[in-house]
């Protein structure tokens, strides 16, 4: 009998041992899992659905759209509307500083070589007498031929600087157009 008995006594000696694996196994498992859980409240507060918009129905919509544009539409037409005029005005300025620089070529071509003969950039021709075809350019005439050029060529700089104005102008409208 102590055989059959020393026998149960070792297997249940197995078994308590067994038993004592498995539950600190589970104690492991039970603070692993508490660990794993112990942010929890934190982060169902953070992955809580909120609300951020409600359904309104198709009516009030259209009804805020409209009053919307009733409230904005006169203001973007009045930019528009000034946007136009300037850059007619503009446009206005460049057709006229053009004219001006055709007006004073043309008085500047007698004075050109090529044109009759007389006058150059420097006025070193103004001292010739162009082979008997013209009178020569006395010291004041050359001169005021040199300020002629330099206000031609102050013109057309104006008239550049202008149309890139216009140009900028109009980058900027579009942009603000794309934007509203």
Do not use: W
Not at 29 to 50: E, H, I, M, W, Y
Not at 97 to 105: E, G, I, S, Y
Request: proline letters at 3%; hydrophobic letters at 35%.
């Amino acid at each position: 009998m102590t055989s059959t008995h020393g026998g149960t006594a070792s297997t249940y000696g197995d078994c308590v041992t067994s038993l004592r694996t498995s539950l600190s196994f589970l104690e492991s498992s039970v603070a692993t899992l508490g660990n794993g859980v112990q942010d929890f409240p934190r982060l169902s507060g953070v992955l809580k659905t909120v609300r951020h918009y409600e359904l309104i129905p198709q009516p009030t919509l259209a009804a805020a759209e409209a009053s919307l544009r009733d409230e904005i539409g006169p203001f973007v037409a009045l930019l528009l509307d000034r946007a136009d005029k300037q850059l007619e005005r503009q446009a206005r300025r460049i057709e006229t500083l053009k004219a001006r620089t055709d007006l004073n070529a043309g008085r500047l071509s007698h004075y050109r070589p090529g044109g009759d003969g007389v006058g150059d950039a420097d006025g070193s021709r103004a001292r010739q007498t162009n082979k008997g075809k013209g009178k020569p350019l006395d010291g004041g005439a050359a001169l005021r031929a040199k300020v002629v050029r330099q206000r031609r060529e102050a013109l057309k700089y104006s008239v550049e600087r202008l149309e890139l104005e216009v140009l900028q102008k109009e980058r900027e409208l579009r942009q603000q157009l794309e934007k509203a």
